[in-house]
């Protein structure tokens, strides 16, 4: 069950109010008064990307760029259409964040989103959700009725000259669509497969026209910064990771579920708010951002904050908040071979680096596991990522080398004791 501490996107939201989701209880709580005061008090393009870039938002979805920078990006000048597109293809394992703004606080996003559109000079939107969550893709298109009936989507928005149109489109649960350019790939009707940069979105986008895309939580965290400044929500975080973020807690903790604290919050006091370890285990091992990102050591990960630079500090990413929780019980093996076999059944196979590498390390990952490792091993799932990190179109291949790197690194012992003794390190048995 999700549980929320003090933050801006679920301030003052009750997610056991089952109407907690729609507009009603929205303005209650201050929603599209963001919105309004752009309207009504002649609040320019310029102010809102500045805004933007005082809050320190940066990027949610995992690569942590500056949304304001993102947004003056944008050639605002240039006539035509330009889109502006919400990534709600949540596919990253351990992360399940945006699924929940989308089914409690929904009208978060689509304000977001139409402040967004008026900043970049974009009159439609698209939020691209994640196929496997279909129940939610239903309530979003619920809360977009909502939306329009009440006069804040569609044509002369509240009677200020301000058109935009928000459509919601759902994917099929492709890992790759969660590639920026995939993604606009799968929107246009086609293989989600990702495009060669440059030209980027910004100039050559959806439909050829220029585009912004940014994560679910990103947009959600706009309407705040616009009612109460981006100094304020600059504040709820430290310098260069602004505002406050949602951590996705899973794996051996009492309480699992989503977190939205203040960015620097040391990694023990998250762990503390997740009701710590299960079962008085021991902490082994974390992974801080999604399973893409380095694995850390619980001796280095128990020193971090939950920030941008404390994490990269320390070997890894901040990623999507994605907090995967591992005691003093896992195989290391084991769970290295589960992430491999996701990337290589995940990977488009568009790049031939890709395409043969994610498969060659799971098959050496299972071979290990399975008793029938060889000490080369080792040597060689580091030359194999090597001629995979850095040379493909997208990043599918660096996502898939990070934790065999860092696994084999961290724990290169387990890999060893496996080999020669061809059983678990851990309780020794067969795993």
């Given at each position: 069950?999700?549980?929320?501490?003090?933050?801006?996107?679920?301030?003052?939201?009750?997610?056991t109010?089952k109407?907690?989701?729609?507009l009603?209880?929205y303005?209650?709580?201050?929603?599209?008064?963001?919105?309004?005061?752009?309207?009504?008090?002649?609040?320019?393009q310029?102010?809102?990307i500045?805004?933007?870039?005082?809050?320190?938002l940066r990027?949610?979805?995992?690569a942590?760029?500056?949304?304001?920078?993102?947004?003056?990006?944008?050639p605002?000048?240039l006539?035509g259409?330009?889109y502006?597109?919400?990534?709600?293809?949540?596919g990253?394992?351990g992360?399940?964040?945006?699924?929940d703004i989308?089914e409690?606080?929904?009208?978060?996003?689509?304000?977001?989103?139409?402040?967004?559109?008026f900043?970049?000079?974009a009159?439609?939107?698209?939020?691209?959700?994640?196929?496997?969550?279909?129940s939610v893709?239903?309530?979003?298109?619920?809360?977009?009725?909502e939306?329009?009936?009440?006069?804040y989507?569609?044509?002369n928005i509240l009677g200020?000259?301000?058109?935009f149109?928000l459509?919601?489109?759902?994917?099929?649960?492709?890992?790759i669509c969660?590639?920026?350019?995939?993604?606009?790939?799968?929107?246009?009707?086609?293989?989600?497969?990702?495009r060669?940069?440059?030209p980027?979105?910004?100039?050559?986008?959806?439909?050829?026209k220029?585009?912004?895309?940014?994560?679910t939580?990103?947009?959600a965290?706009?309407?705040?910064?616009?009612?109460?400044?981006?100094q304020?929500?600059?504040?709820?975080?430290i310098?260069?990771?602004g505002?406050?973020?949602l951590?996705?807690v899973?794996?051996?903790?009492?309480?699992p579920?989503?977190?939205?604290v203040?960015l620097?919050?040391?990694?023990?006091?998250l762990?503390e708010?997740a009701?710590?370890?299960?079962?008085g285990?021991?902490l082994?091992?974390v992974?801080?951002g999604?399973?893409?990102?380095?694995?850390?050591?619980a001796?280095?990960?128990?020193q971090?904050?939950?920030?941008?630079?404390s994490?990269?500090?320390?070997?890894s990413?901040?990623?999507?908040?994605a907090?995967?929780?591992?005691?003093e019980?896992?195989c290391?093996v084991?769970a290295l071979?589960?992430?491999?076999?996701?990337?290589h059944?995940e990977?488009?196979?568009?790049?031939?680096p890709?395409?043969?590498?994610?498969?060659?390390?799971?098959?050496i990952?299972?071979?290990?596991?399975?008793g029938?490792?060889r000490?080369?091993d080792?040597?060689l799932?580091?030359?194999?990522?090597?001629?995979?990190?850095?040379?493909?179109?997208c990043?599918?291949?660096?996502?898939?080398?990070f934790?065999?790197?860092?696994f084999?690194?961290?724990f290169?012992?387990?890999?060893?004791?496996?080999i020669?003794?061809?059983?678990?390190?851990?309780?020794?048995?067969?795993?």
């Open positions: 069950m999700a549980v929320y501490t003090s933050g801006v996107i679920f301030a003052g939201l009750d997610t109010n109407d907690c989701w729609k009603e209880q303005v209650k709580r201050g929603g599209y008064d963001a919105l309004k005061k752009i309207l009504n008090t002649g609040v320019t310029e102010q809102v500045a805004e933007l870039k005082a809050s320190g990027g949610r979805g995992g942590g760029f500056p949304t304001g920078l993102k947004w003056s990006f944008m605002r000048a006539d259409q330009k502006i597109v919400c990534n709600s293809d949540e990253e394992p992360t399940f964040k945006d699924k989308l409690f606080n929904p009208h978060s996003l689509i304000e977001g989103m139409i402040i967004a559109g900043t970049i000079g009159s439609v939107g698209y939020n691209y959700i994640h196929g496997e969550i279909f893709y239903e309530r979003f298109e619920e809360a977009l009725e939306a329009r009936r009440a006069g989507l569609g044509n200020k000259g301000l058109n149109e459509y919601a489109h759902h994917g099929y649960g492709a890992y969660g590639e920026e350019t995939a993604l606009l790939e799968s929107l246009e009707g086609k293989k989600g497969q990702p060669f940069k440059p980027f979105p910004a100039s050559f986008g959806l439909y050829g220029p585009t912004t895309i940014n994560n939580e990103s947009l965290s706009v309407p705040f910064i616009i009612n109460d400044g981006g304020v929500f600059q504040e709820k975080g310098p260069n990771s505002g406050t973020k951590f996705s899973s794996g051996h903790v009492n309480r579920g989503n977190f939205e203040p620097g919050m040391p990694f023990k006091d762990l708010l009701g710590g370890m299960r079962d285990k021991k082994k091992a992974i801080p999604g399973s893409s990102a380095p694995i850390l050591p001796d280095v990960m128990m971090c904050n939950m920030d941008f630079d994490i990269a500090k320390a070997g990413m901040l990623g999507s908040g907090v995967i929780i591992m005691n019980d896992v290391m084991k071979e589960r992430l491999a076999y996701f990337y059944e990977s488009c196979g568009q790049c031939t890709c395409r043969e590498g994610t498969g060659w390390l799971y098959e990952i299972h071979r290990i596991e399975h029938e490792g000490i080369e080792l040597d799932l580091d030359s194999i990522g090597n001629q995979m990190a850095g040379r493909t179109i990043a599918l291949a660096d996502a898939a080398v934790p065999v790197r860092s084999t690194k961290h290169r012992e387990e890999f060893i004791y496996h020669e003794h061809k059983k678990c390190m851990v309780d020794h048995k067969w795993c």
